[in-house]
Nanobody, 123 residues
């Protein structure tokens, strides 16, 4: 049974940092691509970052490039999103998602989704 569980969300002031974690189980991370998406109230879900664990190819939305970094630990079946220089507009529920490497495109679709973790950036 494929399962993705996010953690690490919280409240932070502008300019602060958070690291989100995505614990994957029920599949071998090395042959999947993992994406991070976010959805703010009243807005559509958007792709933030993704990584194809097969070849290491990464994607970053222009709004987070240079501030966010995606990484994986295949041995631990973990995916991380390091978020630095956070802005109020980064406030959203963040989701991790997975898709087999053969079907990966940065914007999706993704087949498996976690339950999300809230990130709030406010002074």
């Amino acid at each position: 049974q494929v399962q993705l569980v996010e953690s690490g969300g919280g409240s932070v002031q502008p300019g602060g940092s958070l690291r989100l974690s995505c614990a994957a189980s029920g599949f071998t991370l090395a042959v999947y691509a993992i994406g991070w998406f976010r959805q703010a109230p009243g807005k559509e879900r958007e792709a933030v970052s993704s990584i194809n664990n097969f070849d290491g190819d990464t994607y970053y939305a222009s709004s987070v490039k240079g501030r966010f970094t995606i990484s994986t630990d295949n041995g631990q079946n973990m995916v991380y999103l390091q978020m630095n220089s956070l802005k109020p507009e980064d406030t959203a529920v963040y989701y991790c998602a997975a898709v087999r490497k053969y079907y990966y495109t940065p914007l999706g679709p993704f087949d498996y989704w976690g339950q999300g973790t809230q990130v709030t950036v406010s002074s």
